[in-house]
């Protein structure tokens, strides 16, 4: 394969993982961050956030700071599905490397994005409950950004790490 014909092949399997990005961000969007919204509640109730209910059939979270209620959206800017879907593409169809490598290193980023979303979400939540929705609203825009770019970095950087070659495939041998 010439140089130019590998340039192109590639960038049209970048444009495809970004159509897939899309496409399953807005096909899939409701049923994860009802998902998303669920775990959250989940790990809210077994952490201390006992009045802590998921509206069924919604993304909606209800709580409390003090006696003041309060709802959190769980909209699809604060989903994982569009980093993990991104990673899981590049992953697989733009690097090289083995099958087992590219889903590896998928999976990999995908669980530590999925989780660590949950717990970002779980952190506003406590916020909220401990210093109030102002405070909440203020992290949820600073900290909780901040928490997403940490997991995408730690995510890709996962994902490269499971995708590497062991030092046995690189022809490295230890001196005995």
Not at 15 to 31: E, H, P, S
Not at 41 to 67: E, P, Q, Y
């Amino acid at each position: 394969m010439t140089l130019r014909l590998h340039r192109v092949a590639t960038a049209v399997r970048v444009v495809l993982v970004v159509a897939g990005t899309l496409v399953l961000g807005l096909t899939l969007t409701g049923a994860i961050t009802r998902r998303e919204a669920e775990a959250t509640v989940f790990l809210a109730r077994h952490t201390g956030l006992d009045m802590t209910r998921d509206l069924k059939g919604t993304s909606l979270i209800h709580s409390f700071h003090g006696n003041q209620p309060f709802f959190v959206a769980v909209t699809p800017s604060c989903s994982a599905l569009t980093a993990i879907v991104a990673v899981a593409g590049a992953s697989i169809f733009v690097l090289g490397g083995t099958w087992a490598q590219r889903i590896g290193g998928a999976l990999a980023a995908a669980c530590i994005l999925a989780v660590g979303n949950v717990l970002r979400l779980l952190a506003v939540l406590w916020v909220g409950h401990l210093a109030g929705v102002p405070a909440m609203e203020v992290f949820h825009n600073w900290g909780g950004t901040a928490m997403s770019y940490v997991l995408l970095v730690i995510g890709l950087l996962l994902m490269i790490a499971v995708r590497m070659p062991r030092r046995a495939e690189v022809g490295v041998h230890e001196v005995p």
